[in-house]
């Protein structure tokens, strides 16, 4: 199974910056993902990173606030621009390997 | 669009004794997939088991295993043997069709009892 890193695996932001956390996968996957989980909450999905190509995004969340690259198969990143408390959360990337998806360790997010 | 219920906000059970988590999906493709993951405090998500729509058997992973009964749309999680590591939230999705992206239900919080 894949083994999936992120960095950070926490920060604390302040109103107004941005925050880009990286995702590594130690094998090829054929699709990488990226979910948010408020707290409290399921895990919600943001978009999927499509490698070399622009992120496909899901009804509420858009590109000028959650950047993602994907340069190749086993990286990929995602901005968490302008942040607000709102934004406070648990990222985490996953990837999909045969049938099966595994998901990093998650990077916590709070916003001041 | 997929739909994930899990009716149980929270369960208990003693120690060595099997659970079973409730899961319901509602889903208009023909061809999707079910997954269970596991949440502990630490926040990290660990995958559990798959169950494909067109997989005859139902699925096991060691003390897990998956209730899977397509026709009433429900794919139960069922631990055996509970351990006190195994507390914990407890997520079912589905993905559909081709896109394989996941749709998550509210999850059950399982607490195991010594």
């Known amino acids: 199974s894949a083994v999936i890193s992120q960095k950070p695996s926490r920060d604390i932001c302040q109103r107004g910056t941005s925050l880009t956390i990286q995702c590594q996968v130690d094998?090829?996957?054929?699709?990488m993902f990226w979910y948010r989980q408020q707290p409290g909450q399921s895990l919600t999905l943001i978009a999927t990173?499509?490698?070399?190509?622009?992120?496909?995004?899901e009804s509420g969340f858009v590109i000028d606030k959650f950047p993602i690259s994907r340069p190749n198969l086993t990286f990929s990143t995602l901005t968490v621009s302008n942040m607000s408390p709102e934004d406070s959360s648990i990222y985490l990337c996953?990837?999909?390997?045969?049938?099966?998806?595994?998901f990093g360790p998650g990077t916590r997010l709070t916003v001041l | 669009a997929q739909k994930i219920t899990q009716t149980q906000p929270g369960m208990f059970v003693q120690e060595k004794e099997a659970v079973t988590l409730d899961c319901t999906y509602d889903t208009s493709d023909q061809s999707y997939g079910l997954f269970w993951y596991k949440q502990p405090s630490s926040g990290e998500m660990i995958f559990l088991i798959y169950q494909g729509s067109y997989d005859e058997q139902n699925a096991t992973e060691g003390r897990y295993s998956l209730n899977f009964q397509k026709a009433r749309k429900s794919a139960n999680l069922v631990i055996s043997a509970s351990q006190l590591g195994d507390s914990a939230m407890y997520f079912c999705?589905?993905?559909?069709?081709?896109?394989?992206?996941?749709?998550f239900g509210k999850g059950t919080l399982l607490t195991v009892n010594p």
């Open positions: 990173a499509n490698q070399g190509s622009e992120a496909t995004y």
């Open positions: 996953s990837g999909k390997q045969y049938n099966e998806q595994f």
């Open positions: 999705a589905n993905s559909g069709g081709s896109n394989y992206k996941l749709t």
């Open positions: 094998s090829q996957v054929t699709m």
